[in-house]
């Protein structure tokens, strides 16, 4: 069973709009990372955020963690066409081992 | 620097044969993991290799086994394929500890046929 589940399952914007999704979680965690996927490549590593923290920010990339609801937001700011992919968030056990959710799929149009 | 390496990029095989999937991690990196992507199902953990030794797996059958050898990189073997095996398998590396970063490489498409 997966660890985390991304909402919404897909997400159409044009180009200049924000983009936000959001990913929910089962168990305690020490941190989460965002992941995104272009076109069923390899996982490009976007952010990680600790479980102590509760708001990152990288560029136009804003994440929050709210650990008292088990829950996750991925924000993207004035979101640009090579910003269509698959986005993934992904919880990381006490092994190391990290469990992804089902990815949000990203389209921005020009 | 060079990042996380996957070859073969693309692989076919029949049903019943073996594959084999290499992976070269980031240069200081000593974790590598190994995921599987097929259709519908997700990103599914395989396995977890640190120094050399199988730290972790996932929920696969023995046919999926592997092995990290002393310049930290690795292979995935697929025994006895079948049809279901077909999937994208992307290696990952990371830091000496359990909580760090993973990075990936491009991935590996394996279809049996």
């Known amino acids: 069973s997966q660890q985390g589940e991304e909402d919404p399952q897909a997400l159409s914007i044009q180009e200049g709009e924000n983009a936000t999704m959001n990913c929910s979680y089962k168990t305690s965690i020490n941190n989460l990372q965002w992941y995104r996927q272009n076109s069923g490549r390899g996982l490009v590593h976007l952010i990680l955020?600790?479980?102590?923290?509760r708001e990152k920010h990288s560029g136009r990339l804003r994440v929050t963690l709210d650990t008292s609801k088990k829950s996750s937001s991925l924000l993207i700011t004035a979101s640009r066409a090579a910003d269509t992919a698959s986005y993934f968030c992904a919880t990381t056990d006490s092994w190391g081992k990290l469990q992804f959710g089902a990815g949000t799929q990203v389209v921005v149009t020009p | 620097e060079a990042g996380v390496t996957q070859s073969p990029t693309h692989l076919i095989k029949t049903r019943g044969q073996q594959a084999t999937l290499r992976c070269s991690p980031i240069s200081g990196h000593t974790s590598v993991y190994w995921y599987q992507q097929a259709l519908g199902l997700g990103l599914q953990f395989l396995l977890w290799y640190d120094e050399g030794e199988e730290r972790n797996r996932g929920n696969f059958p023995p046919r999926f086994s592997g092995r990290q050898f002393p310049n930290y990189s690795s292979e995935l073997n697929v025994n006895a394929l079948e049809l279901e095996d077909s999937a994208l398998y992307l290696c990952?590396?990371?830091?000496?500890?359990?909580?760090?970063?993973?990075?990936f490489g491009p991935g590996t498409r394996l279809l049996v046929l």
């Open positions: 955020i600790r479980s102590n923290e």
């Open positions: 990952a590396s990371s830091l000496p500890h359990r909580q760090e970063t993973q990075y």
